[in-house]
């Protein structure tokens, strides 16, 4: 039985990822894993993973909002 994704799903999927990148890789920039990299260069690393997700919240509040508004 196959299960299909729901956009909601990959919407949270995808901000749990960029918190932890950024989150982890902070860490691992303050014990020296990651020597040549910013902290700045992670959080947009991580808030570029959320933003792409974003538009799917945006679009399930607009839907939200103007369903029922179309029928006559």
């Not at 989150?23 to 040549?36: E, H, N």
């Not at 902290?39 to 974003?54: A, C, D, Q």
């Amino acid at each position: 039985m196959e299960k299909e994704l729901k956009a909601k799903t990959v919407s949270l999927v995808a901000k749990i990822a960029g918190a932890l990148i950024v989150i982890i890789g902070a860490v691992l920039k303050w014990v020296g894993v990651f020597k040549a990299c910013e902290v700045s260069e992670l959080v947009t690393v991580g808030f570029t993973i959320m933003g792409i997700f974003g538009t799917v919240d945006l679009n399930l509040l607009a839907e939200k909002f103007t369903r029922g508004k179309n029928e006559c």
